[in-house]
């Protein structure tokens, strides 16, 4: 996950539309259309058997790390918690150790753990960076696969019903409502998905596209809306409060993580790794 600030921001979350005659002169007043829509998916939720909800600090590395290197840093670090990548066909290293003995041998540490799902990402991103995009006419549906996708992963690695997953939304332009409409869409069909399964659903953006368009779908009465938010804002500020662009009232009981700081090399017991310093007061795997 590496956050972006998008290029060019909406400084509201309305676009204003102005009716014209045939000339193309204004015919009447502005119009306030919202940029996000309400949208209600049924939700039937499995059996969800929530574990408790963690705070703490964490970590999230490109790949999962050497169980010797996790041994190390579970006495010397500050870290109780460690970003994994289980599932996702646009994921940006590969997982030769993530298998569910190292899961197995991670835990036994005391390690718990924020499963991340890097799929499709919204139709306005940069196909320079990650190709695989979401069809706004299929979002929902294409959300519910990939929630399909992610579930899979985690029974393979020994995660049960209850434990969340973070989808990965990569920074993007919010110059377009339908691309961030979009966005919404997977993300309610990727819920829907995950809760039919039992597991919770958790989304990871940039506070200032992905979750700026699913607090707006919050607003606008979408459901069902995913369980915690992972927002990206280096500002340094180790805490959950929001950093100035998340409402209080939203994903406010113990349902946030904060990555506030990212590509930091840093070295405990003799092991280095090069990672993301997220802040934790929401649902883990554990």
């Given at each position: 996950m590496r956050y972006l600030r998008p290029a060019a921001l909406l400084a509201a979350s309305l676009v204003l539309l102005l009716a014209t005659d045939g000339t193309g002169a204004s015919a009447g007043a502005a119009v306030a259309v919202p940029r996000i829509r309400a949208v209600t998916l049924p939700d039937r939720p499995g059996p969800l058997h929530f574990s408790e909800s963690w705070s703490g600090t964490a970590f999230d590395a490109c790949s999962a790390p050497p169980l010797d290197t996790l041994r190390a840093w579970r006495t010397a670090s500050p870290y109780g918690a460690v970003g994994i990548y289980p599932s996702g066909s646009q994921r940006g290293c590969g997982q030769p150790r993530l298998t569910v003995e190292w899961v197995r041998q991670a835990r036994a540490m005391g390690w718990r753990f924020l499963p991340v799902h890097v799929g499709l990402q919204a139709p306005c991103s940069d196909p320079g960076r990650k190709p695989r995009r979401i069809?706004?006419?299929?979002?929902?549906?294409?959300g519910r696969d990939e929630a399909a996708e992610a579930v899979r992963a985690l029974r393979s690695l020994g995660f049960g019903p209850g434990d969340p997953v973070y989808l990965d939304?990569?920074?993007?332009?919010?110059?377009?409502?339908?691309?961030?409409?979009?966005?919404?869409?997977?993300?309610?069909?990727?819920?829907?998905?995950?809760?039919?399964?039992?597991?919770?659903?958790?989304?990871?953006?940039?506070?200032?596209s992905g979750i700026a368009d699913l607090a707006a779908a919050a607003r606008a009465g979408s459901s069902p809306l995913p369980d915690a938010l992972w927002y990206a804002r280096w500002d340094d500020h180790a805490d959950t409060a929001g950093s100035g662009g998340l409402d209080p009232d939203l994903w406010s009981v113990h349902q946030r993580v904060h990555q506030y700081r990212g590509n930091v090399a840093e070295s405990y017991g003799g092991a280095t790794l090069t990672v993301d310093r997220d802040q934790v007061d929401g649902p883990t795997a554990g």
């Open positions: 069809d706004p006419a299929k979002a929902a549906q294409q939304i990569e920074a993007y332009p919010m110059r377009d409502p339908a691309c961030g409409q979009a966005v919404v869409d997977f993300t309610l069909g990727w819920t829907q998905a995950l809760h039919s399964a039992g597991y919770r659903s958790g989304f990871y953006s940039s506070l200032d």
